[in-house]
Structures are given as structure tokens and as C-alpha cells.
């Protein structure tokens, strides 16, 4: 038996218009999954849901530095492009981006997007311009690929709104797809960034996930005091062991903006440092939610 055939990998944006135009005369639907590599099985559900719901599959492997604020990990991140090309034609993926840092960014760009207020609060106060970055970065991808429907991780709950609204305020004719966050059997979320956590902290960083869910029990057994229940998810990460907590917040799902009092769907968003490592997690909780 055959798996799917390999994907055709090219690094210009010349080649993939060329590609994506002949997919769209065949009357294709183009589906794009924008990553940064290091593919794990939270980047595969997303391609696995593009392939699912559109014909032909772009995805997008691109370190972007924009995004990086300096002193973070842009030199360090891990680049794994042999195993990520198998991965992306493990799951059926027709068509690789994996461009250049040059084929990316004219040095004599003068342009970026910028998504106001929703990117100031949790990681946009953390990580000055990381948004920008971001918003940034999609769009040319968008502008370049011209997909009818994009796919974002959940794990990345503000950049899922921040492009979402992007979307609808630039008025890009693509459908934002948001897939579930995908984590290890013990709850601990995907990252490429889990890479850099020794034995010991990779058991320490499962404390996030356990604050989290223990504020959605919480809040399914009736509480409804976000700063109480914070309070206990924050001890929850601090016993855990040493560790900087960048944020620990209620919000609305859509502003952001921090609730006092968990009386409709909520985002719990945590982002822990860990030595070299940031991760970061979020739960949806529904106060008529199960227990
Ligand atoms: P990254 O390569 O980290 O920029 O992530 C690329 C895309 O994969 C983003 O839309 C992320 O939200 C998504 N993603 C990363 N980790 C996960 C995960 N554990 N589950 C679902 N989606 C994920």
C-alpha cells in the first residue's frame, strides 16, 4: 500500500503562485496551515482538518524573527526540516512554503499590520511587538498563498483572535479555522518549545495544565470568583517548582479583557517560564459546563 504522495516543496512565492494557481483552475479549495516548523501532532490536527475540508493543502514552515522579541529563543528554535517534510506528507499535505528569511522580508519593507487593543493584555504585554509580528507575517502568507480557509491552534488563543479579527477588519475572503489544542496523555499541551525541557521540568510544566483544570472543576461546581480561583491555580504552578509566572488571567474569550466574575464561557490563559522555556496554555470553561 501507498501513503499519500510527498508534497511539492518550493521556497519563492513565484513557485507557490504558480502551484496554488493551477490547484485553483482545477477548481480546488485551498486550504493553508502557517507554521513554524518543529511539526508535532498539534500541527498535524490542523493539517489533518485542512485536508478534510479542502482539496488542495498548503503548509507553511517559516521561523518568522519578526516575532521574536530580542533576547527570545529565534537562534535556538528548534529546525527540524527532514522530519517535517515526512510529517506534512505523512498526513497529505500537496504543497511546502519553506522560505527564506530573504525571500520573506525586502530589507527596504516599510509595511506591517497592527491589530489594536486585543494585542496589548496576557502575551502582547510580555512580548512587545510579538503581535505585530504575527499579524504581519499572515498576512503576507494570505496575500501570497490566497487560501480559502486557514487553520490555527487553539494553543495560541490571543493570536487565534487577534487573526480572526484581522481577518474580518481587512477583509481577507478566508475562512479562519480554529482546531482544538492537542496535548500529551498527561495534559501537558504540544510545543515545539517543550523541546527544551529536561526530565524534571517537563513533569513541573504539567502544573499548568492542572491549574487550569482545576479552575474549570471549580467553576463547574459552582465558583465564580476569578480572583480566588486564581489564587489556587497560581499555587498549583508555584508548587510545582521554580518558575516566573508572565500571566495567570480570566477573560473574555473575544476582548480579553479580565473578568472578575466567571458568569459566562471564560479563557483561563497562563504563560510560565520555566528556565529557557516559555509555555504557554488556556482552557475555555463554561460555568453550565460539565463537571
Ligand atoms: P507554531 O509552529 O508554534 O507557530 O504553531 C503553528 C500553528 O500550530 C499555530 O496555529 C498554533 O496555534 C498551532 N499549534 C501549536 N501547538 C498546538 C497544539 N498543541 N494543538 C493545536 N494546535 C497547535
Known amino acids: ?38 511539526l508535532h501532532e498539534g500541527h498535524l490536527s490542523l493539517i489533518r482538518a485542512a485536508r478534510q475540508r479542502c482539496d488542495y493543502v498548503v503548509v507553511t514552515i517559516f521561523v ?12 535556538n528554535y528548534p529546525r527540524t526540516r527532514d ?23 525586502d530589507p527596504d519593507s516599510l509595511t506591517t499590520v497592527r491589530v489594536h487593543r486585543i494585542t496589548e493584555p496576557l502575551c502582547g504585554r510580555h512580548r ?21 480557509a486557514a487553520y490555527f491552534g487553539q494553543k495560541d488563543a490571543q493570536q487565534a483572535v487577534v487573526l480572526r479579527k484581522m481577518t474580518r477588519d481587512l477583509n481577507f475572503p478566508i475562512e479562519i479555522v480554529v482546531c482544538p489544542t492537542v ?7 504540544m510545543s515545539s518549545r517543550n523541546a527544551y525541557l529536561s526530565p524534571e521540568q517537563r513533569r513541573q510544566a504539567l502544573s499548568l495544565h492542572r491549574a487550569l483544570d482545576g479552575v474549570r472543576r471549580a467553576v463547574a461546581e459552582g ?14 504552578i508555584k508548587s510545582a517548582g521554580p518558575c516566573s509566572i508572565d500571566y495567570l488571567e480570566i477573560v473574555h ?18 504563560a510560565v517560564r520555566i528556565d529557557q522555556a516559555r509555555l504557554i496554555d488556556n482552557l475555555l470553561v463554561d460555568p453550565s459546563g460539565p463537571a
Open 223 to 236: 465558583r465564580r470568583d476569578a480572583a480566588g480561583l486564581l489564587a489556587e491555580a497560581r499555587q498549583t
Open 64 to 75: 518568522n524573527p519578526t516575532q521574536f522579541v530580542a533576547g527570545e529563543d529565534l537562534e
Open 128 to 148: 512587545p511587538g510579538h503581535f505585530e509580528g504575527v499579524t504581519t507575517v499572515v498576512t503576507k502568507l494570505f496575500n501570497i498563498v490566497q487560501p480559502d
Open 1 to 38: 500500500m501507498t501513503g499519500p504522495a510527498k508534497p511539492v516543496v518550493v521556497d519563492t512565492v513565484q513557485a507557490v503562485r504558480f502551484q496554488v494557481a493551477q490547484a485553483r483552475c482545477l477548481g480546488r479549495r485551498i486550504g493553508c496551515v502557517p507554521t513554524m516548523g518543529a
Open 183 to 189: 496535548r500529551e496523555p498527561d495534559g501537558l499541551a
Open 83 to 105: 522530519a517535517d517534510l515526512a510529517a506534512c506528507a505523512s498526513v497529505g499535505t500537496d504543497l511546502v512554503f519553506a522560505p527564506s528569511t530573504a525571500e520573506m522580508y
Open 253 to 270: 474569550p473575544e476582548t480579553l479583557q479580565p473578568l472578575t466574575e466567571v458568569d459566562q464561557t471564560a479563557l483561563v490563559a497562563v
